[in-house]
């Protein structure tokens, strides 16, 4: 370990290059003073050391290094690659289903909001190639500031927007069962959904406006540039630019992962409550009733499985988002100052950070086969949409094979077919 003397010098001589990033010599020399991270913090390269010191005001003192290993890099571009590939083939899929449902006029409140999912889910996997070549280059951004605002908004929007969309199907859920004694009518519990799918866009949209606004491309070096969330001086006034940037991360924070838990937990807990006062007063009607209508009971098997559907989609959104939204909530508080910056932060988000972002968009193909392939009607059109298919595949495969047959076998063939 490098003593103190030796790590101010070699800290001393990084902060001109760190001020390329944004960085204050003033600010990162108190920084330094009240962490210790001259002395703690590992090395790693330029163009990482600019991102994470921008997006998380941390700073090394060693700029050559390559901690972002090449290997590690191609390995998350190919997850990002994979995940578009499958959520692509199964959102697709997905929307093909639901819409063969629709025209057989069996489209449902909750079919709606799926529908709307996958296509944010899809919207959100079209922009994983940008990411994948990003992530290969070291997190310089070759499209430039345009398609940097452009990629990056609809990536922010449609997270907000799957979020929203999974909270309105839990939402639903708990109120169509909670009203399952009335008689509803279908169209207008579909024209309803329809609104609401309305809106959480509109509300998608808004809350990505400080994300759009402040989207840009720094300049670290002749050649290179990075695409991030930047605040600077010249816009934030009076304001701290960490402070504004704390701000929005908590707003993501609040918007895209808290508020929708807290509204979802209440929606289960209260379903939960009227699933068990049904099961006590069914159990003392039992004992005066001795058969149930074959119709009620379809209809509660139906109703068990579609929730039993939401859930599952609904706990792969939270259980693949918490790892991310845990290492943000971090990283505001280090920016509040309410939590000291430390190594172990460091290396959260230089290496654990990676490994949450793919596990998050991983959820974005798991959404559409999660509930599509848990429910029977939508297993059932899968098979009958493969086997029709493969049916085709192996009509053209013959045809070719005729096709390609040599004219002697067509010959010998036409003189047997008329002996």
């Known amino acids: 370990m490098q003593s103190n003397s030796s790590s101010s010098s070699s800290w001393s001589g990084s902060v001109s290059t760190l001020s390329e990033c944004g960085g204050e010599e003033e600010h990162l020399s108190e920084l330094v003073s009240r962490t210790g991270a001259a002395s703690t913090l590992p090395a790693f390269n330029l163009s990482l050391n600019c991102w994470l010191h921008i997006l998380s005001k941390e700073s090394s003192v060693d700029l050559h290094g390559d901690s972002a290993n090449l290997a590690v890099r191609v390995l998350i571009a190919s997850v990002y690659l994979v995940v578009c590939v499958l959520g692509l083939v199964g959102n697709l899929l997905a929307l093909f289903l639901l819409h063969s449902r629709r025209r057989r006029h069996q489209h449902s409140s909750i079919d709606c909001f799926v529908m709307s999912l996958a296509v944010t889910d899809l919207q959100f996997v079209l922009t994983l190639p940008f990411w994948a070549v990003d992530t290969v280059m070291d997190f310089r951004w070759p499209f430039g500031r345009v398609m940097c605002k452009i990629v990056s908004s609809v990536t922010t929007m449609n997270m907000y927007a799957s979020v929203f969309f999974l909270t309105a199907m839990s939402v639903?859920?708990?109120?169509?069962?909670?009203?399952?004694?009335?008689?509803?009518?279908?169209r207008v519990a579909i024209a309803q959904a329809k609104w609401a799918s309305l809106s959480i866009w509109v509300v998608s949209v808004v809350a990505t406006l400080p994300h759009a606004f402040y989207s840009t491309t720094v300049?670290?070096?002749?050649?290179?540039?990075?695409?991030?969330?930047?605040?600077s001086d010249s816009d934030s006034g009076h304001w701290d630019p960490q402070v504004l940037l704390g701000l929005y991360q908590t707003q993501k924070l609040l918007l895209g992962f808290v508020v929708p838990l807290i509204i979802i937990s209440v929606c289960y807990l209260l379903l939960l409550r009227f699933i068990l006062s049904r099961r006590v007063v069914g159990?003392?009607?039992?004992?005066?009733?001795?058969?149930?209508?074959?119709?009620e009971r379809g209809r509660h098997q139906r109703r068990s499985k579609v929730t039993r559907s939401v859930t599952i989609v609904v706990l792969s959104f939270f259980l693949c988002w918490l790892p991310n939204q845990a290492l943000t909530l971090w990283g505001v508080l280090i920016k509040f100052d309410m939590v000291p910056f430390s190594k172990a932060f460091y290396n959260a988000q230089a290496y654990a950070f990676p490994l949450t972002v793919c596990l998050a968009h991983a959820n974005?193909?798991?959404?559409?086969?999660?509930?599509?392939?848990?429910?029977k009607e939508y297993r059932v059109g899968l098979k009958k949409l493969l086997l029709r298919v493969s049916h085709l595949l192996t009509l053209a495969l013959r045809g070719r094979r005729v096709e390609e047959a040599p004219p002697v076998m067509g010959i010998i063939h036409h003189k047997d077919t008329n002996v």
């Open 172 to 186: 639903t859920r708990y109120h169509s069962l909670i009203t399952s004694l009335k008689m509803a009518n279908p």
């Open 219 to 231: 300049q670290v070096s002749t050649d290179d540039e990075l695409c991030l969330v930047r605040f």
């Open 283 to 295: 159990s003392v009607v039992s004992d005066n009733v001795t058969e149930r209508s074959e119709g």
């Open 364 to 375: 974005s193909c798991l959404n559409p086969v999660l509930y599509c392939l848990i429910r």
